[in-house]
C-alpha cells in the first residue's frame, strides 16, 4: 500500500499565516500534500530532495502519514454559525471543489501557483473564492493557453455562479 501524507492542523496553520516561516522549498511541498497523493507522486513533483523535504515535514509536525489512503480529516472547529453561512461562508460541498482547483493548478503550474492557491486555501467566503479562482484561471491562461484556462473556469467557477 502507497504512503500517502495529510496536512496536520499545525500545517494547514502554515498555509494559512506563514506563523513558522517555512522557507520556499518546504513551503510549496507542504502545499502540495493533500492527503491523496501518494509519496512516489508527490516525489516526482518537489523538484530537490523530495525525500529529505518529506521526512522534515513529517518530523517538525506539518504533515502526517494517512494509511492506506485518505482518511477522513480530524474536524478542524465547529459548524459555522447560522449568520457566517448566511454572510457566504464555504459549505464543505465547496470546500472539496477548493481543493481540487488548488490540486489542479498545482498539477499544471507546479511552484507557479504557490500564491493564488495560498488565497485559494484562505478564502472565507464565496466571493474570496470566486475572486481567486479568477486570479488562478487568469494564471494558467498566461502559462498554458486559453484553452486551459477556459477548462478550469468551467469546472470551479461556473458551479459557483461566477
Known amino acids: 500500500m502507497a504512503t500517502i501524507y495529510r496536512k496536520t492542523p ?19 511541498p507542504l502545499i502540495m500534500v493533500d492527503g491523496k497523493r501518494s509519496a ?11 525525500d529529505e523535504c518529506l521526512a522534515t515535514l513529517l518530523e517538525q509536525g506539518y504533515i502526517e502519514v ?4 485518505a482518511a477522513p480529516k480530524a474536524p478542524a472547529a465547529a459548524a459555522p ?9 464555504i ?6 471543489l477548493r481543493r481540487q482547483a488548488v490540486r489542479e493548478l498545482n498539477d499544471q ?3 507557479v501557483a504557490e500564491a493564488v492557491a495560498i488565497k485559494l486555501e484562505g478564502a472565507k467566503t464565496l466571493e474570496q473564492l470566486r475572486h481567486s479562482l479568477g486570479i488562478a ?3 494558467l491562461a498566461n502559462a498554458r493557453g486559453a484553452g486551459a484556462a477556459n477548462a478550469f473556469a468551467a469546472k470551479y467557477l461556473e ?3 461566477a
Open 66 to 69: 494517512v494509511e492506506g489512503g
Open 137 to 139: 484561471r487568469d494564471i
Open 159 to 161: 458551479p459557483l455562479g
Open 91 to 96: 459549505s464543505p460541498g465547496i470546500d472539496a
Open 40 to 50: 512516489d507522486d508527490l516525489r516526482k513533483l518537489i523538484a530537490n530532495q523530495p
Open 10 to 28: 499545525k500545517g494547514q496553520a502554515e498555509i494559512e499565516t506563514r506563523a513558522h516561516h517555512l522557507p520556499p522549498r518546504l513551503r510549496t
Open 109 to 111: 503550474l507546479g511552484p
Open 81 to 89: 454559525a447560522p449568520a457566517a453561512a448566511a454572510a457566504g461562508a
